[in-house]
């Protein structure tokens, strides 16, 4: 069973639209949440993470997440994307063994 | 530039070969990691090792080998055991676990 859960594998929108992708996990207890971007052609990188604090955490390139401790969510938002945020986005989670699940990832493409 | 280095990019191997990958990194990190990436399956650990002439199994382990000398060095056997190896595999490492990791290019390996 999927142990981290991102709803949607492929997501189509136009520039300037909104993008909210969901992530849902189900391990109890303390968790690490990140998520990853994987641009054409290039690496994984670290998009933003949660350890603790306020659950409204802010990434690099305008993105944010939202962690909701009570509904097992992580949803990464922007407010307008762009083309160049066409990639794979990935949800993570440290499971209680420390180590890191990650989701199936969720293919974005903005069109012009 | 400190980061991890992954070779080859590409690699082919026959039915019934050992094919190691190498991966290096410079950030003198105590954790690596190897995942193994198929397309809708997002990430999955084949080993980790948290400090040097020391790993773990992760969740696919076998048909894989892998082994920690030194710390800046975490190569990986997919031995002729492993029965579905083509797949694009990805090195990671991180200052200890539980922190953000930091990727490298990965290597698309192919059988012939």
């Known amino acids: 069973a999927q142990s981290v859960s991102q709803h949607n594998h492929h997501v189509i929108l136009s520039e300037a639209a909104s993008l909210e992708l969901g992530c849902n996990y189900s391990?109890?207890?303390?968790?690490?949440l990140f998520w990853y971007v994987q641009y054409p052609g290039q690496h994984l990188q670290l998009l933003l993470k949660y350890f603790s604090g306020d659950p409204l955490v802010k990434g690099i390139k305008g993105f944010e997440a939202e962690f909701i401790k009570s509904k097992f969510s992580f949803n990464l938002r922007k407010p307008s994307v762009q083309w160049s945020d066409t990639a794979e986005y990935f949800c993570?989670?440290?499971?209680?063994?420390?180590?890191?699940?990650f989701g199936a990832g969720t293919q974005v493409v903005v069109t012009p | 530039d400190g980061g991890i280095t992954q070779s080859p990019k590409y690699l082919f191997r026959k039915e019934g070969q050992n094919v190691t990958l190498s991966c290096e990194q410079n950030?003198?990190?105590?954790?690596m990691y190897w995942y193994r990436q198929d397309p809708g399956q997002g990430l999955r650990l084949i080993y980790y090792?948290?400090?040097?002439?020391?790993?773990q199994k992760g969740d696919i382990a076998e048909g894989y080998s892998v082994s920690r000398e030194k710390k800046e060095s975490f190569p990986l056997t997919v031995t002729s055991a492993q029965k579905n190896p083509t797949a694009f595999y990805l090195c990671?490492?991180?200052?200890?676990?539980?922190?953000?990791?930091?990727f490298g290019d990965g290597t698309r390996l192919s059988i012939l």
């Open positions: 391990y109890g207890g303390t968790v690490n």
């Open positions: 993570a989670v440290n499971d209680p063994r420390g180590k890191l699940q």
């Open positions: 090792s948290q400090i040097v002439n020391d790993f």
């Open positions: 990671a490492s991180s200052g200890w676990s539980e922190q953000p990791q930091h």
């Open positions: 950030l003198n990190h105590d954790a």
